[in-house]
């Protein structure tokens, strides 16, 4: 069965410091991992994927995530924290192994940038 | 371009009643997702369609739930005889690709919020 674990509820940085929201999954064969944001009464924004090759990927607003297989991760990094990032961010994966083409989210990290 | 739209995006309804509830997906879009998203946590998976064939409905809670997208395009997601703990956001997502190549991103649209009184 897969799952993914955002471990953290809530994470607080100031504005300007780098930010990490942390993400663990389990799935039984190979993953594809996304990271999604969601701001107030909207859908779901996609940031970024990891799909194969280089285990750090970039993406949108500055975002960046590392791919890491053998603790089963894939932490969500910005090098400078806006107050504007401030949302709910989930994980999601992708289990190659069982064939459904659905993503498993996690249950989200609120992030809150402190001006 | 158009993003994924939903509507209503606000749905209050007795017990009982019936709901549906609307998506278009970005035009050209092959797969269509449906997710159930209750408070405080996280999307989970209703139904999948690739076109207009259903090929995943296993997230379906009950049969009261049933999705149609007859002509490949526009979805309707319809719960009959709503109970309290169908209230939730529904949303709706698409994406280019098709069968097993689950590595195209899924765009979502904004939700419609079931209220269920």
């Known amino acids: 069965a897969q799952s993914v674990a955002q471990p953290e509820d809530q994470v607080n940085v100031a504005e300007g410091n780098p930010l990490t929201v942390k993400c663990t999954y389990s799935v039984s064969g190979n993953p594809y991992l996304f990271w999604y944001v969601q701001y107030p009464n909207r859908g779901l924004q996609f940031l970024l994927k990891y799909i194969t090759g280089d285990n750090l990927v970039k993406g949108s607003y500055g975002f960046e995530a590392e791919f890491n297989k053998s603790q089963t991760s894939f932490h969500l990094k910005k090098p400078s924290a806006l107050v504007s990032d401030s949302a709910l961010y989930f994980c999601a994966v992708r289990d190659l192994q069982t064939g459904a083409n659905n993503l498993f989210f996690g249950t989200g990290t609120r992030l809150t940038v402190i001006p | 371009g158009a993003g994924v739209s939903q509507s209503p995006r606000y749905k209050v309804a007795k017990r009982g009643q019936d709901v549906a509830l609307r998506c278009d997906p970005i035009?050209?879009?092959?797969?269509l997702f449906w997710y159930q998203q209750a408070l405080g946590q996280g999307p989970e998976f209703l139904t999948y369609?690739?076109?207009?064939?259903?090929?995943?409905k296993s997230g379906l809670p009950s049969d009261r739930f049933f999705a149609e997208r007859p002509e490949g395009s526009v979805s309707t997601l319809k719960i009959q005889r709503t109970q309290q703990e169908d209230s939730a956001v529904y949303l709706c997502?698409?994406?280019?690709?098709?069968?097993?190549?689950?590595?195209?991103?899924?765009?979502f649209g904004p939700g419609t919020r079931l209220t269920v009184t």
């Open positions: 035009s050209g879009h092959v797969s």
């Open positions: 997502a698409s994406s280019l690709g098709g069968g097993t190549s689950g590595a195209y991103e899924q765009y």
């Open positions: 369609f690739q076109n207009e064939a259903q090929l995943d």
